[in-house]
């Protein structure tokens, strides 16, 4: 439970970054701090994701759901991280945001206590985790700074700092960082304007800088907290539940004449943090309270269209958001309202019409009646579903090929879709079990009217799936293919083709023959698996450390990056998650991935702890500078 002060329970309630992608900031935070995002809002340019470190055993609700928004709206939480993501950032190669740490400082960095810091620190340098300061160097041994995707610098701290016992407990979000130049004034304001208190004060004469750590407290903790600077102040700090705001000092700047301030993050072309937020009971209230002090305000309630926040400023013009906390009732009222509110919008502007669908016949998703009888027993012990709203579809190979709608519905194992979504047994039109399903990617724009497309491919037809948006699509994927993958490993088809190692060594003496035609310089000794670290280092010998791969019709180029051990895809998207996973399977081994439409013949890479699949077609080649000019391992895909 968050810790509330004051008559209208000023909370200490976020801290917001903006992030260039989410697919990449949201599973470092999610993997490395165990974070979980309680709430997604996604509007017309940008997108804001809510992350928390919830206590061990407590659960949040599902995202989207009137549940997820009145747990966001509670604060109980304690304080999150706000990840603000402006759409198409992702796609901008030059682009990036200002960490706070590199001139106009200002900003520095958020923080979590570990229990370990040399092995967690350690652990996340083994994968390649950047960090500006390892444990062990600089003035302060014992703390760690690692670099986020966006280079946001994240403190690693040992839960009970300077003590020799073990203090258990998952990562937790401690502190926020932020410079000032005038510490008694800030110190002033937060207490006196945002009600929070001084929990401890950390000197460092030295290198000549102060550190001031504020927290929203109760009354009852406030009467027993240690005065800080004490020893005791300090052992109470590094154990604190809740996250502080630290404030950091460095001596003279309040009398420096030459001294410009620090930058808040909200201005071109240095931005980056956003804003630190606290949660009240009463935004106007606060806000009228705020007044009474001479606050200036950024944005006031009343100003722009959101109503329901406010900016206000600190001494060092740090932008304050303030936000209401609200009951479950009041957030069902609110989210009633702005549903009727989209009502009458569509009714003023109704969308353009669909494209008109044929008379559907009956039983047009009609399975047969074996699928059918295995996709109803495949929903009824499913267990939780994920909803992936409204969209159209086409069956390409089925009964029918005109666009219908379809409110589609993920399970476990099948990706299901109805009428509506009343979601009713008689509702149920059909579905595809995801065993069946040999890829799950984007589709090139269908046609004039269809974009946003999602083609899932079995052995027998290709299903077609529109959804409203790009994003909207992107996380259709992700969702699917992820239980997708749960259900058919990767590596599976590749087993069936190792059982016959005879026609494998064949296929191979023939690929021999042909390199050495061509005169190539090297090529794989065997198919055996063992040949795996051999050939890899002649690739990694040959610096092969940028692959071409095409994929159907699409381009997509994947980079092996030799010192970060890792891939990532420069362009194409139909291909690029499947590539990836397969680079970073097999340390960067993978390369030249080519599928052949015309010959009839299917090819992908081999797998970790498989191999390279010869076809007659396969070969190795270095050009004359040693690098690899053209690798191709082809293996037939089921």
Known sequence: MAQTAGELRWTFNQTMLRIKDPKKSIPFYEKWFGMTVIQKKVFADFSLYFLVTLPEGVVAPKLDTPEAEVFLKSGDYGCCLELTHNHGTESETDFSYHNGNEEPRGFGHIGFLVEDVYAFCEAMIAEGVPFPKKPGEGGIKDIGFAADPDGYWIEIIKRGWQTEDVIPGLPSYQQTMIRVKDLEKSVAFYRDCCHMTEIDRLEFPQWRFTLSFMATISEEEKANLPKPGTEEAKMALWRFKGTCLELTYNHGTENDKDFKGYHSGNVEPHRGFGHVAMMVDDLDAACSELEKKDVKFQKKPSDGKMKTIAFALDPDGYWVEIVTRKTEAQVREYLAEQAEKK?????????????????????????????NRRL?????????????????????????????????????????????????????????????????????????????????????????????????????????????????????????????????????????????????AAVTTDCATSAWPAFREAIEAKSADRVAATFDSGAHIVVWDQSAKKSSVLCGAEAGGFFTQLFDAVGGAAINILHQEASGSQAFCAFDGGLAVPTASSTVTFDASGKVSRAHFSIAYA
């Not at 109704?350 to 008109?356: F, G, K, V």
């Not at 559907?360 to 009609?366: F, H, I, K, R």
């Not at 293919?481 to 749960?486: D, I, L, P, T």
Request: hydrophobic letters at 35%; aromatic letters at 6%.
């Open 343 to 371: 009502a009458l919008e569509a009714a003023k502007n109704p969308p353009p019409a669909a494209p008109a669908e044929d008379p559907e016949p009956a039983g047009a998703d009609d399975e047969g009646e074996e699928a």
């Open 376 to 520: 109803t027993n495949a929903m009824s012990s499913a267990g939780p579903e994920t909803d992936l709203h409204t969209g159209y579809m086409l069956k390409e190979g089925g009964g029918y090929k005109s666009w219908k709608k379809r409110y589609f519905v993920l399970t476990r194992t099948a990706v299901a879709y109805y009428t509506d979504q009343t979601r009713t047994k008689s509702q149920l039109k059909g579905g595809l079990l995801l065993e069946h399903v040999s890829a799950v990617k984007p589709a090139e724009q269908f046609d004039t009217k269809k974009a946003n497309v999602i083609c899932i491919e079995t052995k027998d037809r290709r299903y077609l799936f529109q959804a409203a948006s790009q994003e909207e699509r992107d996380v259709w994927i992700s969702k699917i293919e992820k239980a997708w993958r749960k259900i058919v490993p990767v590596s599976s088809s590749v087993e069936d083709l190792l059982k016959d190692k005879q026609a494998l060594q064949a296929e191979l003496t023939k690929v021999k023959a042909m390199v050495a035609d061509n005169g190539a």
